[in-house]
């Protein structure tokens, strides 16, 4: 339905924000820590579209051994992974495990802003992380 | 305004156009060749939204000493670049530019689909090559 976001892995969350905020105008909606994926992030709004909107997912580690820590040790800065909004995380995880790609995650579980979320294996899809996001019910 | 595009590197368009296609039921809405820049491409369309579409790129270097050829010799299949929709690419680079984000381009240029483009030093935004999309009237 939408690009819902795009995940970028930085150092410095703080940072980061700031720049994004002063180079392209955005504001910054929501910030969490998710403990579970072992990261402090930040959603800066670009636009609102069908079933949810559009942002700037800014992702800090909260250890070197997270996911997002492995990230930057090999990769550096930059984009992490790409979000795709769906109207039903679940159906969509079926739809997609059907056609032969592999799912990271065996059931939703929490995203950004109470949305449920799965990931799909790079590999299967162009070598982009790739993750599904059902919004949270009015956002 | 929007997240025009995500632009992901492959080695076979083809391959890939099919398996986004498939995967997630996205269709393409244009083919060209940019010799300029030195890919194929093809653009699936997402979404509309404010100003232009939200699309997935698809690029497969026209030689293995192009920007893209390079990038997949040295960091594999995966997403190259993400831009977003401004209103006036011209005045968005004279704006950003004059917060300290160096430009790749000096004068916007050719992008996909009759849009109008220029890109920011990944290095200035958080390790992403980012690029301005000023979309084609009408589209």
Not at 52 to 58: A, P
Not at 94 to 109: M, N, S
Not at 116 to 135: C, N, R, W, Y
């Amino acid at each position: 339905m939408r690009i819902d976001h795009i995940g970028i892995a930085c150092h410095d969350l703080e940072e980061k924000i700031a720049l994004f905020e002063r180079t392209f105008e955005l504001t910054v909606v929501a910030r969490e820590v998710n403990e579970e994926q072992g990261v402090k992030e930040a959603m800066l709004h670009i636009a609102d579209g069908e079933g949810g909107g559009s942002y700037i997912q800014l992702l800090e580690p909260l250890s070197a051994d997270s996911p997002v820590g492995k990230f930057l040790a090999r990769r550096g800065e930059g984009v992490h992974h790409v979000a795709f909004g769906v109207p039903d995380v679940s159906q969509a995880m079926e739809q997609i495990g059907a056609k032969g790609v592999r799912l990271l995650d065996e059931r939703p579980r929490h995203g950004s802003m109470g949305s449920s979320i799965a990931f799909l294996h790079p590999k299967d899809v162009g070598g982009m992380l790739t993750e599904l996001v059902q919004a949270a019910e009015g956002r």
